[in-house]
């Protein structure tokens, strides 16, 4: 069974870091697109950056720059690593793995394409 576990959220002060990691099992998910999340209360949910075979890896235009997504297939770890945090960026992120098809498309962030979900792990910056 398909398990994911985000975990490394937190408060932090604008400018600060945060890396949130998402445990994976029930599959051998570096094949497949994984992808973290947000949703900010009374937002839609937006796709942040995604990452399959460890080196494709897609971001959101607005966070480029700030982000780097990375797996680790030895722990079926996912991270994203996030840095220049700032209060906009205060919502719960969540990873997902679409497992119906190989690699990451140009529709990455469409969350509907997404088959498995964890339970989110809230990040909060504070000005």
């Known amino acids: 069974q398909v398990r994911l576990v985000e975990s490394g959220g937190g408060s932090v002060q604008s400018g600060g870091s945060l890396r949130l990691s998402c445990a994976a099992s029930g599959y051998t998910y570096s094949r497949y697109c994984m992808a973290w999340f947000r949703q900010a209360p009374g937002k839609e949910r937006e796709g942040v950056a995604a990452i399959a075979n460890s080196v494709e890896t897609r971001y959101a235009e607005s966070m480029k720059g700030r982000l780097t997504v990375s797996q680790d297939n030895a722990k079926n770890t996912l991270y994203l690593q996030m840095n220049s945090l700032v209060p906009e960026d205060t919502a719960m992120y969540y990873c997902?793995?679409?497992?119906?098809?190989?690699?990451?498309?140009?529709?990455?962030?469409?969350?509907?394409?997404?088959?498995?979900w964890g339970q989110g792990t809230q990040v909060t910056v504070s000005s």
């Open positions: 997902a793995v679409d497992i119906d098809a190989l690699g990451c498309t140009g529709s990455w962030s469409n969350l509907y394409l997404y088959d498995y």
